[in-house]
């Protein structure tokens, strides 16, 4: 039984080597980014609070291979990678044209236990 990423991924024509490569390039850590953390760090050091508002820096940890890979097959995979996942697949979308989807479209809803 196919994974509603694999469908939707299928559906669209969408080769996971794309989705990775749009991975690496949207979570790629730029000098912004580096600023961001670097006031984060010192704010620390000084005791102070987060501003709220300020921006938050990109994680600089894109989908591999074998995390898609995981992900098409159906296995777990944490939230923060759907996330990128989903961001990957969004802005492929935003490319050709086409409505970005949510979350839900791509992957099942978790199990409650």
Not at 7 to 36: C, G, N, Q, Y
Not at 60 to 72: D, F, H, M, N, R
Not at 102 to 112: G, N, Q, S, V
């Amino acid at each position: 039984m196919a994974t509603k990423l694999e469908t939707f991924l299928t559906e669209k024509k969408i080769d996971s080597r794309r989705v990775v490569a749009a991975s690496h390039e949207l979570e790629k850590l730029r000098i912004e980014d580096r600023a961001i953390k670097l006031a984060q760090q010192q704010a620390r050091k000084k005791d102070e609070k987060r501003e709220p508002g300020s921006p938050k820096p990109r994680s600089g940890k894109p989908v591999s291979e074998a995390t898609l890979g995981k992900a098409i097959a159906g296995q777990a995979v944490s939230g923060p990678t759907k996330t990128r996942v989903l961001r990957a697949v969004n802005h492929i979308l935003e490319q050709r044209k086409q409505s970005a989807v949510a979350l839900a479209d791509l992957f099942e809803a978790p199990k409650k236990a």
